[in-house]
């Protein structure tokens, strides 16, 4: 006999609310006060910015760095210093923000997708590689959720085709693959530092320049800002081509570095207790837990865990609000579809009034070019992980699962 469901007027698994705290406290407000004493939030003028990237330099263990003003901009910023242009391909995963793309679109190139490992919900390097064309420039990989992706293939696979890598981190803090940290891997790793991420700073984001050339730093450092090159004392304006200005101001930068001393404690708490969970719901009976990549060190930004419904009596929707009924919230899935059955790629449409680049380009978006990515949305059940999480908060949410999960398990399923 299973217990009886909260749901069904059992008693509840989880029986103290989740951990709670403030990211923002009086470290952040110091920080702030001296920007402003500083009479300018200007990063050139200031001192904020500057510490800040000097700071994420260090953790990161990268030599260059630039500051953005989103996630999107580092993106956008890291495929202009790459110099990715006018119908070129970027191949990228069609489980992401949509912030992985504007930058792609605004850069003319096409967004080509690859599918995705069933369980790490990361790209595929298989599918990556089959997708290359002449065209191709680079592979802009997305470590989703903080897991990393299988960076040794997927280098392997640049290197064999020529191609440039930049990693998408906007999710990714700290986050290692065989004892590397994500974003010093590839040619460029982008940051986003928006209110939702492992850390914030409102708005704001870091691309690292990985060649740890000079040059490949200006070129990055002149994308954010409208091609002025600001370095010391002199500023050349030169316009030699488009850049747009993504610049990180003084008070982004101020609470940056309040928010960086915070980094590794974030990290580590959301690392435990994504493993425990885990380990609390391991093979369980149609529950696939979050698969960490092989020799990966996963950050959670948050935990998604798959159902096998044919192991299983009820719908995604019926677990997840059994789930909810247990004091444990779960949003069935994560974005609705993948990013290429958005209108703008069904209409072939990134611009109004239209249509290039896709007009100049074979590639097409029609249901079913990803379908691993496909069978992830419509099966995925997505918790929420905060650092201030404690272990009780994931003992109870797993045991939660394990008395959803064995209620509705089909008998079969149960005695395997
Ligand atoms: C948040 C996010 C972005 C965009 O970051 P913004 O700072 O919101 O522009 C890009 N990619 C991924 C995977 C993200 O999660």
Redesign the pocket.
């Known amino acids: 006999m299973s217990e009886l469901l909260a749901v069904h007027g059992g008693e509840k698994a989880k029986t103290v609310p989740y951990g709670d705290g403030q990211r923002f406290g009086l470290e952040e407000a110091r920080e702030l006060l001296e920007a402003l004493e500083q009479g300018t939030l200007f990063y050139h003028f200031g001192s904020k910015v500057k510490q800040f990237l000097s700071d994420f330099n260090e953790i990161y263990g990268v030599k260059y760095s630039v500051a953005t003003s ?4 580092s ?1 956008h910023v890291a495929l202009g210093a790459a110099g990715i242009s006018v119908g070129d391909e970027v191949i990228t995963s069609p489980i ?2 949509q ?2 793309l504007v930058g792609i679109l605004y850069q003319n190139a096409v967004p080509v997708f690859a599918d995705l490992d069933p369980h790490t919900y990361n790209m595929d390097p298989a599918s990556v590689e089959a997708r290359i064309t002449s065209k191709t420039k680079a592979i802009l990989v ?1 470590h ?1 959720a903080g897991n990393p992706c299988d960076m040794d293939a997927i280098m392997a696979i640049a290197k064999k085709h020529n191609l440039l890598v930049i990693e ?1 981190c ?2 990714a803090y700290l986050t290692k693959y065989k004892g590397r940290l994500c974003g010093t891997i590839g040619d460029y790793g982008c940051f ?3 209110d ?2 492992h850390i914030s700073t409102g ?1 704001g ?1 870091m691309v690292t320049v990985n060649s740890g050339k000079e040059e490949d730093f200006y070129r990055t450092h002149a994308f954010a800002d409208k091609n002025y090159q600001r370095f010391g004392d002199t500023v050349h304006k030169d316009l030699q081509v488009l850049a747009p200005n993504y610049r990180m101001t003084e008070l982004q930068g101020a609470v940056g570095i309040a928010q960086l001393k915070k980094l590794q404690w974030i990290c580590e708490q959301r690392n435990r207790y994504g493993s425990l969970l885990t380990e609390g719901i391991s093979g369980l009976p149609g529950v696939y837990p979050h698969r960490v990549t092989a020799d990966g060190e996963c950050s959670y930004w948050f935990y998604m865990l798959r159902l096998n419904l044919d192991e299983l009596t009820c719908t995604r929707e019926q677990f997840c609000e059994a789930l909810a009924a247990e004091g444990v919230p779960a949003q069935a899935g994560y974005i609705a579809r993948p990013v290429y059955m958005q209108p703008l790629f069904q209409k072939r449409q990134a611009y109004l009034n239209s249509h290039f680049p896709f007009d100049e380009s074979e590639q097409t978006y029609e249901q079913g070019i990803c379908p691993v990515a496909e069978e992830i949305l419509e099966t995925a059940v997505r918790l929420a992980v905060k650092e201030f999480y404690t272990e009780q908060d994931a003992r109870e949410t797993a045991a939660a699962i394990r008395k959803v999960a064995l209620h509705y398990a089909k008998q079969e399923a149960k005695t395997q």
């Not at 989103?70 to 901009?73: D, E, I, K, W």
């Open positions: 989103s996630g999107t901009a993106i992401t923000d912030g992985t997305v989703l998408d906007a999710q986003s530092t928006n939702f991420k708005d984001g």
